[in-house]
């Protein structure tokens, strides 16, 4: 008897130690876990993208372009239907062309989004003062709060999505911006506010869709927030390097993974209307005309 109380006494000692040491442990990995917190919360307020972009090479653009071309809004989305996107990616019926030509149909596009978002400002207007003044505030806002910095991303097949400030009169895009990105290799130009300049942009031919006509400059009225991050333009989602198509029937996008598959089914979706028009355009003695070529 005399020999089994030390051995107890050892073994209440260990548990004790061992209870000691299990609730250090979890001390220490609870305030890990609160410390890891912290930094997270820390840079959830800093700010944080959860969708990442993807980055495609030009190539690679050009040559899923290849397979949208002379598609109409149409045959994507019996394609779109196809590949299960069903009522996904059409835009709200707003966004419409700014101009037609029923023609050559100029008016169409068929391109890669390169997307920005301006949001409405906070800050105060000029207020009144001398020509000079004013002048100096409008060149500081378009070149530090409000500047176009998506430009250098615009390249051959590019269509530029814009998420603007859609309730404030601002008139983003003009005749004078929209002409340099055409001269980037722009193609084409969607958003979801307006546009000043239209009848200008009708004349140069350049292809623009907007839900309205605006007549503002942007100093006092919109700021950058992001570029080539996913926006919401006319109701759906745009990611960048999505396809783009829009005609007289509105826009609508095309995710970048189902692309290849969507185009495939519209393409052979429009050979066959076009067959089938071409014979009643014979049988109704018309002129064949661009839709049927």
């Not at 942009?201 to 350049?206: N, S």
């Not at 829009?246 to 519209?266: F, L, M, N, Q, S």
Request: charged share 25%.
């Amino acid at each position: 008897m005399k020999q089994d109380r030390p051995n107890k006494t050892s073994s209440a000692l260990r548990m004790i130690l061992l209870a000691t040491a299990i609730s250090l442990a979890l001390i220490l990995i609870c305030g890990d876990l609160d410390s890891a917190q912290q930094v997270d919360v820390r840079q959830l307020r800093a700010g944080r993208n959860f969708i990442v972009t993807p980055v495609y090479s030009l190539e690679e653009d050009l040559e899923i372009l290849a397979l949208f071309k002379d598609l109409r809004v149409a045959d994507v989305s019996d394609g779109m239907d196809k590949a299960g996107l069903q009522n996904i990616g059409l835009m709200d019926p707003a966004i419409h062309p700014s101009w037609k030509d029923t023609q050559k149909f100029t008016h169409r596009i068929a391109g890669v989004a390169v997307t920005a978002r301006y949001v409405p400002t906070q800050k105060s207007p000029a207020g009144q003062g001398t020509s000079e003044d004013f002048d100096k505030w409008v060149g500081r806002w378009y070149s530090e709060i409000s500047p176009e910095p998506f430009t250098p991303l615009i390249r051959q097949g590019t269509v530029l999505v814009i998420d603007d400030a859609d309730s404030t009169d601002v008139g983003t895009i003009g005749s004078n911006n929209i002409m340099g990105w055409k001269k980037r290799g722009c193609v084409g130009v969607v958003t979801d506010s307006g546009s000043r300049d239209t009848d200008e942009i009708a004349a140069q031919g350049v292809p623009l869709y907007l839900r309205h006509v605006t007549r503002g400059i942007r100093p006092g009225r919109n700021e950058i927030e992001s570029v080539n991050r996913p926006i919401e333009c006319g109701g759906v989602l745009v990611m960048p390097g999505d396809i783009l198509v829009a005609d007289g029937d509105g826009v609508i996008v095309v995710p970048r993974a189902k692309a290849k598959e969507v185009a495939v089914y519209a393409g052979a979706t429009l050979t066959t209307d076009k067959a089938q028009r071409r014979k009643l355009y014979e049988d109704l003695g018309l002129k064949p005309d661009d839709s049927v070529k």
